[in-house]
C-alpha cells in the first residue's frame, strides 16, 4: 500500500501544478520589437518616488485637524500637477506592485513565488529601455530591474538587509537613508565631471523606493502615529529631492515627477489580498510634460473619496497600475516596455494633440506586437485544421485599423485616430488574452477526466479490499478480458503522444494527458467490482439509496460554502453537538456527551469572530497559556492511568511537569517581546534564542513521553501549544486548546460507538498503546459509519484551516504572528513559519484520527483512502469554479480555493506520517516502534 500512497502523492502533485499550467503560465512574449514614440519627449529625466505601503485614503485625507500629511504633495496636486488612484491587481505585494509599475504587465503568481531579488524570466522595463538608471532603496527590490538588464546602466545603492526591522524604533530611517545618499550622491556629481554628464544626458531615470511606510504599517498598523509621521517624513524629503535635483540641472524645465505606491494595506497591518484598502494607491503627477491643476465637476466615481478629500473641484485620474509604465517612457522618448500591458492614460501629458496622437499609436503597435508573436507562435504550434484564430482581430482588419489611425494623423484628425488606437489596444490585449489561454479548455478537460479517474479508482480500492461488498473474480473472468485492455490503452497513450510530439507541446502536458489514460486503466481492470457496487446499489431500496447520496453530497457541499463563508462552519459544529443525542451514545456517557456538546459550541464561536491579526491582544495568549496549564492539572487527575507501563509514574509526571514550565516560558517570552516592541526596543536576543529552541524542541519532547494514547496524546499537544503560543497575537491562542480538548471526547465518544455496535468487548482507552503490536486479525473491514468517521475529520481539518481566519487573512502578508521568532524581513523564513502556525491545528486533528484508528481497530489505509476520496471531490468542485473573468478579487479567490483544498490534500498525506511518528515513536534505550494497521 505504500506504493499507492506515493502514487498518489505525486497525482496530487500533477493535479496541483496543474492549476499554474491553466491559469498562471508567464504572460510574456519574447521576440518582439521596440517601439518609441517618434517625436521630440517633453522630458530628459524622471524621478520615480514608489512609497511602499502608501494607501490612497491616508494619503488623500485630511487629519482631525483638517490638515494635509503631505503639505508639499497636496500643493502640487491643487495647482501644478495632475493626480488620480492607480488601480493595482492581487497578489498586492511589492515584487508584483514594482513590476507593473516599472516594466507594465502583471506578473503571475509562480514568478511571485520564486524570490524577490532575482527575475525568475527575463522581462524589459522602463528602466532597462533607459540611458541610465540609478535606484536607492531596499535590497528585496532593486535588485530584480538591475539583474538582467541589457548592459551596465542601472545603478544600485541599498542599505543591509538588517536595516529592514519591524522592531526597529523608527522605520521611517529607511526612507531617511534614501533621501540622504540621494543628496549625497548629488553632492557628489558636483565635483565627479564624468557621473554629472552622464547624469544630465537624456532618457534618465531616479527610482527612490520608500520601504518606512510599509514596515512601519506592518509593525504598528496604518492607523498609527508612526505611519502618518512616515508620511510627512516622506513629503518633506520628497520636497527637498525636487529642490535639489531642480537646483542641480539648473531649473531646466526637462524633469518629470511620478509619486505613487505598490500597493496598499489593510487597518490591520497585512497586505497580499485584493480588498480596497490593498488596491487602491495614491498617484501625484508633475513636471516636464504633464499635465497642471485641471478643474473638476460632476465627477462620477463609485466611491465617495472626492468629498471625503476634499478634492471635488480638482480633475481625478484614475489608472490601471500597468499605465503608469507606458507614461513615463512616453515622457522622457524611451520604446514601450516590450510586454507592456498598459494603455498610456493621455489626461495626464500635456502636449499637443499630435504628440499624444503619436504615443498612442505607438502603444498600439507595441501591444499589437505581442499579439502577432503570440498568434504565429500558436498557429506554428498548431494542427492547421485544429487552428482556431481570434476573430476578433484578423490580421487583414489589423493593418487596416493602422493605415485608417496613420491617416487620420497625417490629416490632423488626432481624436479619431486617439479613439482608434484605443479600440486596437483593447483588440489587440483581448486577443493576447486569447491565445494566452488558447489551451485551458484543452488542458482542464484532461485534467478533469484524471480526476475523476483518479477519484474512481480510489473508491475502487475502498470497495475491493476494506469490505465485504466485492465477490470473488474466476480465473476465466479474468483472462476474458485482461489481454484486451492493455493494448487498447497503449494504442490510446501512443496516439496522444504522436499528437501532443506534433503540436510541440510542452513535457507538462504529456503528464496531464496521459495521465487519465493511466488511472482509467486501473479502474477499467476492475470493472466487476465497479458492476458488482452497481448491482448491490439496484438492491437497496430507492429511498434509502438517495437519502444517503443527497446527505453525502449535503455534506461535501457545506465544507465547500464554508469557504466562501466561515460562519457555515459554526452551522456545521452546533449540527455536530447533536451527534450523541442521535446515535443514542448520550444515554451511554452522558458527561463525555455533554462535554462533546459544549466543546462544539464553544468551538463554534471562533468562525463568527473577526479575522486573526485584527485586533492584536496578548491578553488572551496569557489566558490560553494559563487554561492550558489548568486543563492539563485536571486531565492528569480525573484520567485513571493504566496500571502497567514502560516508563514509571515520576518519569511521566516529569514530563508534563516540563512542558507546563515551557508554556510558563512562552508566555513570558511573548509578553516581554511584545512589550519590548512596544517600547521600540527591538526583539531581544534571549526572547529569539528561546523561541528558536522552544519550536526546535517541540515535536522531540512528546516522543521521551510514555505512549499509552491518552498520556502521549497530552503531550504532543502541549508541545505543540507552547509553539503556537509564540505565534498567536489575540484570541487565536484558544482555538487549539479548544481543538484539543474536543478531539480528547472525540476519541473518548468514538469507542462508546464501537462498544455500541460490537458483541465483544473493546479494551479500554486507557490500556490502549500506540506501540503496542498489532493483531491482524482484529483489523476490521469499514462500515457505513466509517464514513462518518472520515467527514468528521475533514470537517475539523477545515475548521483548522479556517476556524481564526479567512481566504484573504491567508493570503495577505502580515508578520506580527513572527515576532518572536525574528524581526528583520525575510520572506521565506517568516512563511515558512506562518506554514507553520497554520498546520500545527491539522497535526492536533492528525494525531486525533490516528487515536481513533487505532481504538477502532480500523486500517489507516482504508480510513485514509475514504479521507483522500472526499477532499478530491472537494478539489474537483473548486476546480470547476476557478474564473479568469470578473473581478481580480473574485478571481484569485477562486484559484485560491482550489490550491488550498489541493494543498490540503497534499499536506495530510505527509502529515498523516508525521502523526505516526508523534503517536508511535519513543526516544528510549529498548523496544520497537510499533507499526499502524495497513
Known amino acids: 500500500m505504500l506504493a499507492f500512497f506515493l502514487i498518489g502523492f505525486l497525482v496530487h502533485l500533477v493535479f496541483f501544478a496543474a492549476i499554474f499550467d491553466i491559469y498562471f503560465t508567464s504572460p510574456l512574449v519574447h521576440g518582439t520589437t521596440p517601439h518609441r514614440v517618434p517625436r521630440e519627449p517633453p522630458a530628459k529625466r524622471?524621478?520615480?518616488?514608489?512609497?511602499?505601503?502608501?494607501?490612497?485614503?491616508?494619503?488623500?485625507?485630511?487629519?482631525?485637524?483638517?490638515?494635509?500629511?503631505?503639505?508639499?504633495?497636496?500643493?502640487?496636486?491643487?495647482h501644478s500637477g495632475s493626480w488620480g488612484v492607480s488601480h493595482t491587481r492581487v497578489p498586492t505585494e511589492s515584487r508584483p506592485g514594482h513590476v507593473a509599475l516599472i516594466a507594465g504587465f502583471y506578473e503571475d503568481v509562480s514568478a511571485v513565488a520564486k524570490g524577490w531579488k532575482e527575475n525568475p524570466v527575463e522581462y524589459d522595463s522602463v528602466f532597462n529601455e533607459s540611458k541610465h538608471t540609478w535606484c536607492w532603496g531596499s535590497p528585496d527590490i532593486l535588485p530584480m530591474f538591475a539583474k538582467g538588464a541589457s548592459g551596465d546602466h542601472v545603478y544600485t545603492?541599498?542599505?543591509?538587509?538588517?536595516?529592514?526591522?519591524?522592531?526597529?524604533?523608527?522605520?521611517?530611517?529607511?526612507?531617511?537613508?534614501?533621501?540622504?545618499?540621494?543628496?549625497?550622491?548629488?553632492?557628489?556629481?558636483?565635483?565627479?565631471e564624468t557621473l554629472s554628464n552622464k547624469m544630465k544626458a537624456d532618457q534618465v531615470v531616479y527610482f527612490l523606493h520608500l520601504l518606512g511606510l510599509d514596515t512601519n504599517g506592518h509593525a504598528h498598523r496604518p492607523k498609527s502615529r508612526e505611519y502618518m509621521e512616515n508620511i510627512r517624513t516622506v513629503d518633506k524629503g520628497v520636497e527637498e529631492v525636487v529642490l535639489l535635483i531642480e537646483d542641480f540641472f539648473e531649473?531646466?524645465?526637462?524633469?518629470?515627477?511620478?509619486?505613487?505606491?505598490?500597493?496598499?494595506?489593510?487597518?490591520?497591518?497585512?497586505?497580499?489580498?485584493?480588498?480596497?484598502s490593498e488596491t487602491l494607491t495614491p498617484l501625484v503627477a508633475w513636471g516636464a510634460g504633464i499635465n497642471g491643476r485641471q478643474p473638476g465637476s460632476n465627477q462620477q466615481f463609485q466611491d465617495d473619496f472626492l468629498q471625503e478629500w476634499k478634492l471635488n473641484d480638482v480633475r481625478r485620474l484614475d489608472v490601471n497600475q500597468a499605465d503608469i509604465a507606458p507614461l513615463m517612457a512616453s515622457l522622457i522618448g524611451v520604446p514601450f516596455p516590450l510586454n507592456s500591458v498598459g494603455m498610456l492614460p493621455l489626461e495626464y501629458l500635456n502636449n499637443?494633440?499630435?504628440?499624444?496622437?503619436?504615443?498612442?499609436?505607438?502603444?498600439?503597435?507595441?501591444?499589437?506586437?505581442?499579439?502577432?508573436?503570440?498568434?504565429?507562435?500558436?498557429?506554428?504550434?498548431?494542427?492547421?485544421?485544429?487552428f482556431s484564430p481570434f476573430k476578433s482581430l484578423p490580421l487583414s482588419k489589423e493593418q487596416d485599423m493602422l493605415r485608417t489611425v496613420r491617416l487620420y494623423i497625417q490629416q490632423h484628425q488626432y481624436d479619431e485616430a486617439i479613439k482608434l488606437c484605443k479600440s486596437l489596444i483593447k483588440l489587440g490585449l483581448e486577443g493576447l488574452s486569447y491565445y494566452h489561454t488558447y489551451d485551458r479548455i484543452f488542458l482542464g478537460t484532461s485534467v478533469v477526466l484524471g480526476f475523476l479517474g483518479w477519484i474512481s479508482y480510489a473508491f475502487v480500492l475502498i470497495v475491493k479490499f476494506h469490505t465485504k461488498l466485492t465477490k470473488p473474480i474466476s480465473k476465466l473472468d479474468k483472462l476474458s478480458t485482461d489481454h484486451l485492455l492493455p493494448v487498447i490503452f497503449i494504442g490510446a497513450g501512443v496516439m496522444i503522444t504522436l499528437f501532443l510530439m506534433i503540436q510541440s507541446c510542452p513535457w507538462t502536458y504529456y503528464i496531464y494527458c496521459l495521465l487519465p489514460v493511466t488511472v482509467w486503466y486501473a479502474v477499467i481492470k476492475e470493472f466487476r467490482v465497479i458492476k458488482n457496487i452497481f448491482n448491490l446499489f439496484l438492491t437497496l431500496p430507492p429511498t434509502k439509496s438517495i437519502g444517503y447520496l443527497l446527505l453525502f453530497i449535503m455534506g461535501i457541499e457545506t465544507m465547500i460554502v464554508s469557504f466562501f463563508c466561515r460562519e457555515v462552519l459554526s452551522l456545521g459544529l452546533v449540527a455536530f453537538a447533536g451527534w450523541p443525542l442521535?446515535?443514542?451514545?448520550?444515554?451511554r456517557n452522558k458527561a463525555m456527551s455533554l462535554s462533546w456538546i459544549s466543546f462544539c459550541f464553544v468551538l463554534a464561536l471562533f468562525p463568527l469572530m473577526p479575522v486573526v491579526g485584527r485586533s492584536p491582544n496578548i491578553t488572551f495568549v496569557t489566558g490560553a497559556g494559563l487554561l492550558t496549564i489548568i486543563c492539563t492539572f485536571v486531565f492528569c487527575t480525573s484520567i485513571k492511568m493504566a496500571k502497567q507501563q514502560t516508563f514509571g509514574a515520576t518519569v511521566k509526571k516529569s514530563v508534563y511537569v516540563a512542558q507546563s514550565l515551557i508554556i510558563v516560558l512562552s508566555l513570558y517570552i511573548v509578553n516581554t517581546t511584545h512589550s519590548s516592541l512596544a517600547f521600540k526596543h527591538g526583539l531581544p536576543l534571549i526572547n529569539q534564542i528561546i523561541s528558536w529552541t522552544i519550536l526546535a524542541s517541540s515535536l522531540l519532547i512528546p516522543l521521551i513521553s510514555s505512549t499509552f494514547i491518552f498520556e502521549r496524546l497530552l503531550s504532543i499537544y502541549l508541545s505543540l501549544m507552547s509553539t503556537y503560543l509564540l505565534f498567536s497575537t489575540g484570541y487565536e491562542a484558544l482555538f487549539p486548546l479548544l481543538l484539543s480538548c474536543l478531539t480528547f471526547v472525540w476519541i473518548r465518544l468514538e469507542q462508546?460507538?464501537?462498544?455500541?455496535?460490537?458483541?465483544?468487548?473493546?479494551?479500554?482507552?486507557?490500556?490502549?498503546?500506540?506501540?503496542?503490536?498489532?493483531?491482524?486479525?482484529?483489523?476490521?473491514?469499514?462500515?457505513?459509519?466509517?464514513?462518518?468517521?472520515?467527514?468528521?475529520?475533514?470537517?475539523?481539518?477545515?475548521?483548522?484551516?479556517?476556524?481564526?481566519?479567512?481566504?484573504?487573512?491567508?493570503?495577505s502578508f502580515d508578520p506580527a504572528s513572527v515576532y518572536c521568532f525574528?524581526?528583520?524581513?525575510?520572506?521565506?523564513?517568516?512563511?515558512?513559519?506562518?506554514?507553520?502556525?497554520?498546520?500545527?491545528?491539522f497535526v492536533i486533528v492528525m494525531c486525533a484520527i490516528e487515536s481513533i484508528q487505532v481504538s477502532t481497530q480500523l486500517s489507516s489505509n482504508s480510513l485514509f483512502l475514504i479521507v483522500l476520496l472526499i477532499s478530491d471531490i472537494m478539489a474537483l468542485h473548486f476546480f470547476f469554479l476557478v474564473k479568469d473573468s470578473g473581478s481580480w478579487l473574485d478571481i484569485g479567490t477562486s484559484i485560491s480555493h482550489y490550491v488550498i483544498v489541493m494543498s490540503m490534500t497534499i499536506f495530510l498525506m505527509l502529515l498523516s506520517r508525521l502523526a505516526e511518528i508523534l503517536t508511535t515513536g519513543r526516544i528510549r534505550f529498548q523496544g520497537k516502534i510499533k507499526q499502524h494497521f495497513t
Request: hydrophobic residues 40%; aromatic residues 14%; charged residues 20%.
Open 582 to 587: 442521535q446515535s443514542k451514545l448520550f444515554y
Open 822 to 841: 525574528l524581526t528583520v524581513f525575510n520572506p521565506y523564513a517568516m512563511g515558512a513559519l506562518m506554514m507553520w502556525k497554520i498546520l500545527i491545528p
Open 251 to 276: 531649473n531646466d524645465k526637462k524633469t518629470a515627477f511620478i509619486y505613487t505606491s505598490d500597493h496598499g494595506m489593510t487597518e490591520w497591518g497585512s497586505h497580499g489580498a485584493g480588498h480596497p
Open 752 to 811: 462508546e460507538t464501537i462498544q455500541f455496535h460490537d458483541i465483544s468487548p473493546a479494551p479500554k482507552l486507557s490500556q490502549m498503546d500506540f506501540a503496542q503490536k498489532v493483531d491482524t486479525t482484529q483489523i476490521r473491514q469499514l462500515r457505513l459509519d466509517d464514513i462518518r468517521r472520515s467527514y468528521f475529520f475533514i470537517f475539523f481539518i477545515v475548521t483548522a484551516f479556517f476556524g481564526t481566519g479567512n481566504i484573504a487573512s491567508i493570503n
Open 157 to 192: 545603492h541599498m542599505y543591509p538587509a538588517e536595516k529592514e526591522d519591524f522592531a526597529a524604533a523608527d522605520a521611517s530611517k529607511l526612507d531617511t537613508w534614501v533621501f540622504n545618499e540621494v543628496k549625497n550622491f548629488f553632492e557628489y556629481a558636483k565635483s565627479n
Open 46 to 78: 524622471l524621478v520615480l518616488f514608489v512609497a511602499d505601503g502608501l494607501r490612497a485614503d491616508t494619503f488623500f485625507e485630511l487629519d482631525t485637524e483638517g490638515q494635509t500629511r503631505s503639505p508639499f504633495l497636496r500643493n502640487v496636486i491643487e
Open 352 to 386: 499637443t494633440d499630435q504628440f499624444k496622437a503619436e504615443c498612442m499609436l505607438t502603444n498600439a503597435v507595441q501591444v499589437l506586437e505581442q499579439f502577432k508573436v503570440k498568434m504565429t507562435h500558436k498557429k506554428k504550434n498548431t494542427l492547421t485544421f485544429l
